[in-house]
């Protein structure tokens, strides 16, 4: 299964039971993190939260976009940012992946 589809069907079951999300994301070109987090959830797949926002449960004000870069040192992450993951969060889950069919094994088995 398509991993985004996958993501979507987790998500908001894990939303609905955890205080904050932190989703560590790459930018892309001249997209921030922020702006491909945003644009994912604006779509079709994340319907149901949407009429949920809409009476009132917003579970998407629980989403904090961090931007980073798993195939780089320290997983890209500022400072500040790896120190608050270190204080705050008790769950990852793995859904990054490499989707160039080109990519290296080596590099696949890597970065997902």
Do not use: W
Not at 46 to 63: P, T, V, W, Y
């Amino acid at each position: 299964m398509h991993s985004r589809k996958t993501n979507a069907k987790l998500f908001p079951a894990v939303l609905h039971q955890v205080k904050t999300v932190y989703l560590l994301v790459r930018g892309k070109r001249s997209v921030s993190a922020a702006e491909r987090v945003e644009k994912l959830l604006c779509g079709a797949l994340f319907h149901q939260l949407h009429k949920e926002a809409d009476a009132g449960r917003n579970a998407f004000s629980k989403i904090r976009v961090i931007e980073g870069d798993l195939s780089e040192d320290g997983m890209g992450l500022q400072e500040s940012d790896k120190h608050l993951l270190i204080d705050e969060v008790d769950m990852v889950i793995h859904c990054a992946a490499n989707l160039t069919l080109e990519a290296a094994i080596q590099n696949a088995l890597r970065y997902g």
